[in-house]
């Protein structure tokens, strides 16, 4: 079936460190979004990638989209105590069942 | 581990039916189970929060009669549309909070919901 992984599944930096976390699709999506979830929140959408080797920026943090359109990151730059929560990725496939990462738990330590 | 599963992964149905969906966590107690709508290619919103054996809280705006939530056992919520209308038509998630980590979240493949 259809897999997303996601690695690093946990991920501790010291506050001003950059942080990434990786998405690999088994088949080419269609789209891949990034949600972030809050420690006892719900996760929250942030972006969308649609085209091939498409990367797109929101402040402090870059996302990009594989020319193959199976792979995606999320990169934060110096990262903040306000970047805590776990970062998922979801990638629509052609089916257009969405398929959520397990997820990357950051912790920032001031 | 931490696998949730969905069913029926699709459905069809015609205006005025209802539709139950099932959600389960399959390796693992959730006490909390949450469940999500989206439109194709929109953001996951939040419709309700389930807590085993008692009642769901709803987000505003969603409403409770027409989507009904039971989270009978620590395995298991069930979300039943009813009444569909065209209107209803969208991709519906689950998601479960395990039982000693309050903050890891494993969500379901989720189930596309088609009402003519």
């Known amino acids: 079936g259809q897999q997303v992984m996601q690695i690093p599944q946990y991920q501790h930096v010291q506050e001003g460190e950059d942080f990434t976390t990786y998405c690999n699709s088994s088949?080419?999506?269609?789209?891949i979004q990034w949600y972030k979830q809050r420690p006892g929140g719900h996760p929250v959408f942030l972006i969308q990638?649609?085209?091939?080797?498409e990367v797109k920026k929101q402040k402090r943090l870059t996302f990009q989209f594989g020319e193959a359109k199976k792979n995606s990151s999320l990169h934060i730059t110096a990262t903040q105590t306000t970047d805590v929560g776990t970062y998922f990725c979801?990638?629509?496939?052609?089916?257009?069942?969405?398929?959520f990462g397990k997820g990357t738990k950051l912790s920032v330590i001031p | 581990g931490a696998v949730v599963s969905q069913h029926p992964s699709r459905v069809i149905c015609k205006s005025g039916t209802s539709v139950k969906i099932e959600c389960r966590s399959l390796?693992?107690?959730?006490?909390?189970m949450f469940w999500y709508r989206q439109f194709p290619k929109q953001s996951l919103m939040l419709m309700a929060t389930?807590?085993?054996?008692?009642?769901?809280?709803?987000e505003q705006g969603v409403e409770k009669d027409k989507f009904l939530i039971n989270h009978a056992s620590l395995t298991l919520s069930t979300l039943t549309v009813t009444s569909a209308h065209p209107e209803d038509s969208s991709f519906y998630i689950c998601?479960?909070?395990?039982?000693?980590?309050?903050?890891?979240?494993?969500f379901g493949p989720g189930t596309r919901l088609t009402v003519l």
């Open positions: 979801a990638g629509y496939h052609r089916s257009y069942q969405l398929t």
């Open positions: 088949t080419t999506l269609s789209n």
């Open positions: 990638l649609v085209k091939s080797g």
């Open positions: 389930s807590n085993e054996g008692s009642k769901a809280t709803y």
């Open positions: 998601s479960a909070r395990e039982r000693t980590g309050a903050d890891t979240q494993y």
């Open positions: 390796d693992f107690q959730a006490t909390t």
